[in-house]
């Protein structure tokens, strides 16, 4: 076996760690055979907490997991690390604003880019899934202006398996017959989720569904606004789905696409398909070598120019909060 790749989780005493570093620890990522040293991040009150879930890990007798740091210090935590997934970050609470979740999220984020860029690998890549994730992810990379920013994005893979899932269901298909499916912009209620360029065993998923009003109506709210379900469902937001999503978007860029299908990540815009640049935009990707390219060249209507530009224009006002947050604290 290799040297152990070192892996980081922020977060990891809570929802979505809890199945994260599972999955992580089994090989699911980085590979089988690839061993793994775990690095778990959380604040001071969730040492106990992430104590049981160290205690849990050796329980599991996972072959890949050759070490496991558990700490509350960010410098002990992104020590040389490979790979980040930073989850950790505060939840919405109850009557609480969106720029007051912003305000408070966003200089977690700060200090994490400052630490990393300090204390992790050149080489590191992280995947920023704590909300609001693209923009946490933006001012993550800004903070860390030693590591090169094309080494940051932001997880929309979760929007995108499940875009996939209501296609498949739609359709009374496997969810592998189902590939291609977009998702553009913010992890937010603006998020487009485009089939337009998705297929089904090979054919137009647009042809298959013929449901043009179902395809830009009930389709698009209803990924848009899954997490919300589930919230009403399970009274808790999504973490097993989150979990295995963060780990799909890490395990495609650390292994690649297979020819002919991409995948969503949240990355810098260039301005590409018209987009505002300068903000972690989610289009589709193919990844090669470690390195992801935005897939260019797909026709966009007017339909779709229209849901980029809002999904869009809520980037770059989360950008220019943030920002701002962070230049008032400084
Ligand atoms: N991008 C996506 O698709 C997606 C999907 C689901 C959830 N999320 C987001 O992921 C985040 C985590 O969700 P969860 O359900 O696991 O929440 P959770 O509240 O169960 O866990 C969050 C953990 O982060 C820790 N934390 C808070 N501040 C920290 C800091 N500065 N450093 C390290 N750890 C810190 C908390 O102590 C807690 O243990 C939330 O922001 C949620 O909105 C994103």
């Known amino acids: 076996m290799a040297s152990p790749i070192k892996v980081c989780v922020t977060g990891a005493a809570g929802q979505i760690g809890y199945s994260l570093v599972y999955m992580i620890g089994s090989g699911a990522v980085f590979g089988a055979d690839t061993p793994v040293s775990l690095h ?8 106990p907490v992430l104590n049981g879930v160290c205690m849990e890990i050796a329980d599991c007798a996972l072959p890949c997991v050759r070490e496991v740091v558990a700490t509350d210090d960010p410098s002990v935590a992104f020590k040389d690390i490979d790979a ?3 989850v950790g970050a505060m939840p919405r609470k109850e009557g609480m604003e969106r720029k007051d979740l912003l305000a408070a999220n966003v200089k977690i984020f700060k200090v994490q880019g400052q630490a990393l860029d300090q204390h ?8 920023v899934v704590g909300n609001p994730a693209n923009t946490n992810a933006l001012i ?9 920013k094309e080494n940051f994005s932001a997880m929309t ?18 969810v592998s017959d189902v590939k291609n499916c977009i998702i553009w912009g913010n992890h937010s209620g603006t998020q487009f989720p485009d089939v337009r360029h998705a297929t089904v065993a090979g054919k137009s998923v647009y042809d298959a569904v013929n449901d043009e009003a179902w395809i830009r109506g009930d389709f698009i709210t209803l990924v848009q606004k899954r997490g919300g379900a589930v919230i009403a469902a399970r009274k808790l ?3 097993m789905s989150a979990a295995k999503a963060a780990c799909d978007h890490m395990a495609s860029w ?10 969503s990540m949240g990355v810098f815009s260039d301005g590409s398909y018209g987009t505002a640049s300068g903000v972690m935009f989610s289009f589709p990707v193919t990844i090669k070598d470690g390195k992801w390219s935005i897939v260019q060249g797909l026709p966009i209507d007017d339909f779709s120019k229209g ?7 809520e980037l770059c006002e989360e950008r220019d909060d943030a920002l701002a947050v962070c230049s008032a604290a400084q």
């Open 157 to 174: 893979r979760l929007d995108q398996n499940r875009a996939q899932a209501q296609i498949a269901a739609r359709l009374s298909v496997p």
């Open 40 to 47: 778990l991040l959380d604040i001071p009150p969730m040492m």
């Open 120 to 127: 992790a690998k050149k080489s590191v890549r992280v995947l």
């Open 140 to 148: 993550c990379s800004q903070y860390a202006p030693s590591i090169p």
């Open 307 to 313: 849901k980029l530009e809002v999904t869009g224009k």
């Open 84 to 86: 980040a997934f930073l």
């Open 237 to 239: 937001s999504s973490a």
């Open 254 to 263: 650390w292994q690649g696409t297979p020819e002919g299908s991409y995948v």
